[in-house]
């Protein structure tokens, strides 16, 4: 049986990326695909219990890191490994580059720590392919007021914040150019569409 494929979708809060995630989870199940549609922090029932804690919880930047990763263990263990060895394909709404930006470019957690956590629980593991929804901040900041009456832990965080997590992305995009495309979130939605498609056609 061939492994499956692994896709992340990123970007910062407001950019869209949950909506384009279910577009092409029904994409690909429309073509045929078994698809494992996840998110993270959480994917499973320990997950989302660790992902309750640290959206709402106030904690040292550490422990937040921590928390990430544990919840990141469980996940590949139980969903994303088993998945891709089924030949599955594993669309997860955020994955490791989330704690750089975040945890790294947002709150100034070193990029050295993230990354020992990274070695230490992903092993080999990587994405195929990681799509970073990149839109400026005002803009994502409009979507989400527009869209969410009960903002969580992150998405009360000021503008500056929300700077350094895209600049932290766009980093993330720069030194990974074969597995991450940055796609231009401002676009429309069906211009968006279209891309994902031609890329994920060359997958
Ligand atoms: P998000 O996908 O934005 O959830 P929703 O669209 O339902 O609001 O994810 C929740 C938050 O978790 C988001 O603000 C980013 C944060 N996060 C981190 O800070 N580090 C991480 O490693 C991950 C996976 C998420």
Same mark, same amino acid.
């Given at each position: 049986?061939?492994?499956?494929?692994?896709?992340?979708? /990123?970007?910062?809060?407001?950019?869209?990326?949950?909506?384009?995630?279910?577009?092409?989870?029904?994409?690909?199940?429309?073509?045929?695909?078994?698809?494992?549609?996840?998110?993270?922090?959480?994917?499973?029932?320990?997950? !989302?219990?660790?992902?309750?804690?640290?959206?709402?919880?106030?904690?040292?930047?550490?422990?937040?890191?921590?928390?990430?990763?544990?919840?990141?263990?469980?996940?590949?263990?139980?969903?994303? /490994?088993?998945?891709?060895?089924?030949?599955?394909?594993?669309?997860?709404?955020?994955?490791?580059?989330?704690?750089?930006?975040?945890?790294?470019?947002?709150?100034?957690?070193?990029?050295?720590?993230?990354?020992?956590?990274?070695?230490?629980?992903?092993?080999?593991?990587?994405?195929?392919?990681?799509?970073?929804?990149?839109?400026?901040?005002?803009?994502?900041?409009?979507?989400?007021?527009?869209?969410?009456?009960?903002?969580?832990?992150?998405?009360?965080?000021? @503008?500056?914040?929300? !700077?350094?997590?895209?600049?932290?992305?766009?980093?993330?995009?720069?030194?990974?150019?074969?597995?991450?495309?940055?796609?231009? @979130?401002?676009?429309?939605?069906?211009?968006?569409?279209?891309?994902? !498609?031609?890329?994920?056609?060359?997958?």
């Amino acid at each position: 049986m061939a492994r499956g494929r692994f896709i992340s979708f /990123e970007g910062i809060d407001g950019a869209g990326k949950s909506t384009q995630h279910a577009w092409l989870v029904q994409y690909l199940r429309d073509r045929g695909r078994a698809v494992v549609a996840t998110r993270e922090p959480g994917g499973t029932p320990l997950g !989302e219990k660790l992902r309750s804690l640290l959206l709402a919880e106030p904690m040292h930047l550490e422990t937040e890191a921590l928390l990430m990763f544990a919840a990141r263990r469980e996940h590949i263990a139980q969903v994303i /490994e088993p998945a891709l060895a089924r030949g599955d394909w594993v669309i997860c709404d955020r994955f490791v580059d989330a704690s750089f930006a975040y945890q790294g470019g947002g709150r100034g957690l070193d990029w050295e720590k993230i990354k020992d956590l990274a070695d230490w629980v992903l092993g080999d593991l990587e994405p195929d392919l990681t799509l970073i929804f990149d839109a400026p901040v005002a803009i994502a900041q409009q979507r989400l007021h527009a869209s969410t009456a009960n903002p969580d832990r992150f998405e009360q965080e000021q @503008a500056d914040f929300f !700077e350094k997590v895209r600049a932290a992305y766009i980093r993330i995009a720069r030194e990974n150019p074969n597995r991450v495309r940055l796609i231009d @979130a401002t676009q429309t939605p069906a211009a968006i569409n279209k891309s994902l !498609e031609n890329i994920i056609a060359i997958l």
